[in-house]
């Protein structure tokens, strides 16, 4: 039982620490954190994270299917929202390493973010890219938004919602300065673009291996490639 209580290892939002959030979601990560404190004061590790991608995942779902026509609501076009998306090998790499490590080598509070800084529109652009689509912004009001009928009611991860909307468009990635992260560990994290590309790829809207998929891989240059070969 004290083996595991000193290994207790709680993952939160990176934005966690922003109490007056918008977003339900990063205020309950917050509440959380700190009800897991007052109860493990000694033995907790709190691990604040960005949003992870990886296959499945929910960010790149939900990007892709706001992009799959091409034409893209998002909250002042995209330019005012920023994040920092960890790929999820490199997350679980890193809560590994924070177990395995011994007390004395540890701090109680991580915050783990990719390399580069991403905003809503940028991330959007490279889901068009690699997906083969051209993108058009338009700019969304937060009260349009809010009052439409079907963006409450969708419970789909992949589907847009006004949670979703307030978490991903509306709100930054919010950091503590002074926390380790992953390159503390050890662990360079990788590029977003580069291992995001196979999965993207998928949403494409046309057939992978067709004459369209190969001419698109050209026009891509080598981010695919590179990261299929790897």
């Not at 929202?81 to 890193?94: E, K, L, W």
């Not at 051209?134 to 847009?160: A, C, E, G, H």
Request: include cysteine.
């Amino acid at each position: 039982k004290q083996w595991y209580q000193r290994r207790v290892a709680i993952t939160a939002g990176i934005s966690a620490g922003d109490e007056k959030s918008p977003s339900e979601f990063i205020r309950m990560k917050g509440l959380s954190e700190k009800v897991v404190q007052n109860e493990l004061p000694e033995s907790s590790i709190i691990v604040r994270s960005a949003d992870c991608y990886h296959m499945e995942d929910n960010f790149i779902y939900y990007m892709a299917n706001l992009t799959k026509k091409g034409r893209v609501n998002l909250y002042k076009h995209g330019l005012e929202t920023f994040h920092h998306p960890v790929y999820a090998p490199d997350f679980m790499r890193g809560i590994t390493k924070i177990i395995q490590a011994k007390d004395q080598d540890r701090e109680r509070m991580y915050q783990f973010t990719g390399p580069e800084r991403y905003s809503m529109n940028q991330i959007a652009e490279i889901i068009c890219r690699l997906s083969g689509r051209s993108l058009k912004t338009k700019s969304r009001l937060i009260s349009d938004y809010l009052t439409s009928k079907t963006s409450m009611k969708s419970n789909f991860v992949w589907q847009p919602n006004r949670e979703r909307f307030i978490r991903y468009q509306v709100c930054s990635d919010h950091f503590t300065e002074g926390l380790p992260g992953l390159d503390d560990l050890g662990l360079p994290p990788a590029n977003f673009e580069e291992k995001a590309a196979p999965w993207v790829k998928n949403h494409r809207g046309f057939w992978v291996g067709s004459s369209i998929d190969r001419e698109q891989d050209e026009n891509l240059g080598h981010a695919v490639s590179r990261t299929v070969t790897r």
